[in-house]
Structures are given as structure tokens and as C-alpha cells.
């Protein structure tokens, strides 16, 4: 019961996001939602972090790469949403945020890390984007092709180039999840203070509404949600947390409908569903990630962690989940120092993670 209440908190504040974002550009710009969103994320991950005593990494070379990171996974993706939103409905949002696990396959496949694609998962790709394009509508002149939804679809994508590029430099290296997602935001937070000048300096008019939507947006959708992914794939393995990656775009349709009034027709409710068969077999026969090899997982951002590569896995004995499999991980295996992630993703000693 604890763990189908986790899942289901996961998921409505996870899935809420589009509409705390459709709420906060009444009275903001696009700069000014996704600036805010990172200062207050930035704020509650370094929280937990001063409570869990996980410090920042000190690096110089990591830093680099977070930065990097911090580009393709928050301060761009975040700034596509908003400019999205200002033409396309939440609900919709939600749905194409969706397909960033086929973007991840496409990476993947086109930077060598996914090599011999079974049938049923390349059938799961061509079927996922094609419900994108029952949405799109593009035979219809109503439909919500528009610069507002390829920009949505260019923030899924960056999302799995960032995936794949943490896989790659980041996880595994030695420092702790709660700490990198910090220093992720953090830099994030620096680089979109940047784009300031680019529309972010027009005047605010503060009211109640305003502030709530953007302090639920950066304390709880951005910040609260990369501590509680992580927990639910630490106690409960990350079938529970990919089950929360196929209820998001199904808050985000119903809290569009229920509070801003947005249609929801036959055809978005069946390209939803398209887009989700289509994600779910391309995560089919995915083969379970190496103990050093290059993985999709651990962005310290959430999405490719709550699709099925959490760092519960070790090697190939992924059939061990949840809290016992985790004991027995940790027996098997020389423990490594505390406060590390060692190469399957796990931090040591005690919880996975690291959390007290």
C-alpha cells in the first residue's frame, strides 16, 4: 500500500507539471517560469542534500559535464515546455513528453549504444511516433501542428540526448544521485539567468494564483519529484517507477480537462493511447544494462529512470527487486565507500542512495 501511495504522489505531482506551467504564463514570460522553476528545485534538492550531508562535487571536470547535462536536461527542455505552452494545452504537453523514450531508442541507435533492435521494438518506435502524428493532425487545419508542439517534441528530445550523454560521463563516477541532480540544477539555474535579457526582464504582477502555481512547480514537480523517484526505485525497484512514467500523460489530460477546461477528443485520447503501446514495446526485450557499460539511466533527472533503467540494477541480475533484492545486491557485492555511486548505480553503505 505504501508503494502504490508513492507511485500515485509520483505521478500526480510529476504530472502536474504542464498545468503549474500553463498556470505561471498568465502573469510570466517563458524565461521568467523556467528560471523560477530552477532557483526553487535548486533550493529544495540543496535541502535534502544539507540533511542527508551528500555534498556537491568539487571537480572541476565534473562540473564540465554537469553543465552540459544541466543544458540538454533542464535549462533548454524547461525553456521549450514554456514556449510551448504558450500555443498547446497542457494535456497535450503531456502526451508528447511521452515519447522521450523513443527519442532515447533513436539516440541510441544512432550513437551505437542500442545495436541490434528487436522487430517488436522498432514496430513499438514507428508506432509511438505514429500516434504523435494522430495528434498532430496535419490533414486537419484545426489540429495543433504548430511551432508551440515541435517545440514540446524538440524538449523530448533533448531530454534523451541528456540521458544519453549522463549515461555516459556522469553515473557511476563516484558521486552521489542527490548531489549531482543539485549541482545539475544549480547550473541550470546559472544558465538560463543568462537568457535573462531575452524576455525574462519584463515586469511581474504578483497575485495568489501566480505564486502558488510557481512554488508547486519548483518545490514539488521539479525538486521533490528527483528525491522521490529515486526512493520508489531504491525501496520498490523501477517497475513500480516505469508504472508512473505511463500515468503522466494521463494526469496531465485529466488535470487539463478537470481545472483549465481543455478539450480532450476522441483523437488525442486515442493518440495517447497509440503513443504509450508504442513505448511500451520499445521498452520490450531491452536488454539489462552492464555493470561499465553505457546506459540511458540516472540523468539525476527522473525521466529515463522512471522508464525502466533505475539503479537498482546491477549487471545482468536484474531479476532482483525491491527492498530484498537490494540486501542481497549489497551482500554479494564488496560495498563501496559511503556516499559513492559505484558502477551499477548504487550508493553505499546501507540504502542505496544514500538517504537517512
Same mark, same amino acid.
Given at each position: 500500500?505504501?508503494?502504490?501511495?508513492? #507511485?500515485?504522489?509520483?505521478?500526480?505531482?510529476?504530472?502536474?507539471?504542464?498545468?503549474?506551467?500553463?498556470?505561471?504564463?498568465?502573469a510570466l514570460s517563458p524565461v521568467q517560469v523556467t528560471l523560477a522553476r530552477c532557483v526553487l528545485g535548486t533550493g529544495t534538492l540543496l535541502a535534502l542534500c544539507l540533511r542527508t550531508g551528500d555534498r556537491l562535487p568539487r571537480e572541476r571536470a565534473v562540473w564540465g559535464r554537469v553543465l552540459v547535462a544541466a543544458f540538454w536536461c533542464n535549462a533548454l527542455p524547461f525553456a521549450l515546455f514554456s514556449v510551448g505552452q504558450q500555443t498547446v494545452d497542457s494535456g497535450v504537453a503531456g502526451v508528447l513528453n511521452a515519447t522521450t523514450p523513443l527519442w532515447s531508442l533513436l539516440v541510441g541507435i544512432a550513437n551505437g549504444?542500442?545495436?541490434?533492435?528487436?522487430?517488436?521494438?522498432?514496430?513499438?518506435?514507428?508506432?509511438?511516433?505514429?500516434?504523435?502524428?494522430?495528434? !498532430?493532425?496535419?490533414?486537419?487545419?484545426?489540429?495543433?501542428?504548430?511551432?508551440?508542439?515541435?517545440?514540446?517534441?524538440?524538449?523530448?528530445?533533448?531530454?534523451?540526448?541528456?540521458?544519453? !550523454?549522463?549515461?555516459?560521463?556522469?553515473?557511476?563516477?563516484?558521486?552521489?544521485?542527490?548531489s549531482l541532480s543539485a549541482a545539475q540544477l544549480l547550473a541550470a539555474s546559472g544558465l538560463t539567468a543568462l537568457s535573462l535579457p531575452a524576455g525574462g526582464l519584463s515586469p511581474v504582477h504578483l497575485d495568489r494564483t501566480l505564486l502558488v502555481a510557481v512554488a508547486i512547480l519548483g518545490v514539488f514537480a521539479t525538486g521533490i519529484t528527483f528525491h522521490l523517484t529515486y526512493r520508489i526505485i531504491a525501496d520498490e525497484g523501477a517497475?513500480?517507477?516505469?508504472?508512473?512514467?505511463?500515468?503522466?500523460? #494521463?494526469?496531465?489530460?485529466?488535470?487539463?480537462?478537470?481545472?483549465?477546461?481543455?478539450? !480532450?477528443?476522441?483523437?488525442?485520447?486515442?493518440?495517447?493511447?497509440?503513443?504509450?503501446?508504442?513505448?511500451?514495446?520499445?521498452?520490450?526485450?531491452?536488454?539489462?544494462p552492464t555493470a561499465t557499460g553505457p546506459t540511458t539511466r540516472g540523468c539525476g533527472h527522473l525521466a529515463a529512470i522512471a522508464w525502466g533503467d533505475g539503479p537498482h540494477r546491477r549487471g545482468g541480475d536484474h531479476r532482483l527487486r525491491g527492498r530484498r533484492g537490494l540486501r542481497e545486491l549489497a551482500r554479494r557485492a564488496p560495498r563501496p565507500p559511503r556516499g559513492s555511486v559505484d558502477q551499477g548505480g548504487q550508493e553505499g553503505v546501507g540504502d542505496p542512495l544514500g538517504h537517512r
Amino acid at each position: 500500500m505504501r508503494a502504490s501511495a508513492r #507511485v500515485v504522489v509520483l505521478a500526480l505531482l510529476w504530472g502536474s507539471t504542464f498545468l503549474w506551467i500553463e498556470l505561471a504564463l498568465d502573469a510570466l514570460s517563458p524565461v521568467q517560469v523556467t528560471l523560477a522553476r530552477c532557483v526553487l528545485g535548486t533550493g529544495t534538492l540543496l535541502a535534502l542534500c544539507l540533511r542527508t550531508g551528500d555534498r556537491l562535487p568539487r571537480e572541476r571536470a565534473v562540473w564540465g559535464r554537469v553543465l552540459v547535462a544541466a543544458f540538454w536536461c533542464n535549462a533548454l527542455p524547461f525553456a521549450l515546455f514554456s514556449v510551448g505552452q504558450q500555443t498547446v494545452d497542457s494535456g497535450v504537453a503531456g502526451v508528447l513528453n511521452a515519447t522521450t523514450p523513443l527519442w532515447s531508442l533513436l539516440v541510441g541507435i544512432a550513437n551505437g549504444t542500442e545495436r541490434g533492435v528487436r522487430p517488436v521494438r522498432f514496430g513499438g518506435l514507428l508506432l509511438g511516433f505514429a500516434g504523435v502524428v494522430l495528434i !498532430f493532425a496535419p490533414w486537419q487545419g484545426t489540429g495543433t501542428v504548430g511551432w508551440g508542439a515541435l517545440a514540446i517534441l524538440s524538449a523530448a528530445v533533448s531530454y534523451a540526448i541528456g540521458f544519453a !550523454f549522463m549515461g555516459r560521463h556522469l553515473v557511476g563516477k563516484g558521486h552521489a544521485t542527490l548531489s549531482l541532480s543539485a549541482a545539475q540544477l544549480l547550473a541550470a539555474s546559472g544558465l538560463t539567468a543568462l537568457s535573462l535579457p531575452a524576455g525574462g526582464l519584463s515586469p511581474v504582477h504578483l497575485d495568489r494564483t501566480l505564486l502558488v502555481a510557481v512554488a508547486i512547480l519548483g518545490v514539488f514537480a521539479t525538486g521533490i519529484t528527483f528525491h522521490l523517484t529515486y526512493r520508489i526505485i531504491a525501496d520498490e525497484g523501477a517497475t513500480d517507477a516505469a508504472t508512473v512514467g505511463y500515468l503522466l500523460p #494521463v494526469v496531465s489530460i485529466g488535470l487539463g480537462a478537470v481545472v483549465l477546461g481543455e478539450p !480532450f477528443g476522441l483523437r488525442i485520447a486515442v493518440g495517447m493511447t497509440v503513443v504509450l503501446v508504442g513505448v511500451g514495446m520499445s521498452r520490450r526485450g531491452k536488454p539489462a544494462p552492464t555493470a561499465t557499460g553505457p546506459t540511458t539511466r540516472g540523468c539525476g533527472h527522473l525521466a529515463a529512470i522512471a522508464w525502466g533503467d533505475g539503479p537498482h540494477r546491477r549487471g545482468g541480475d536484474h531479476r532482483l527487486r525491491g527492498r530484498r533484492g537490494l540486501r542481497e545486491l549489497a551482500r554479494r557485492a564488496p560495498r563501496p565507500p559511503r556516499g559513492s555511486v559505484d558502477q551499477g548505480g548504487q550508493e553505499g553503505v546501507g540504502d542505496p542512495l544514500g538517504h537517512r
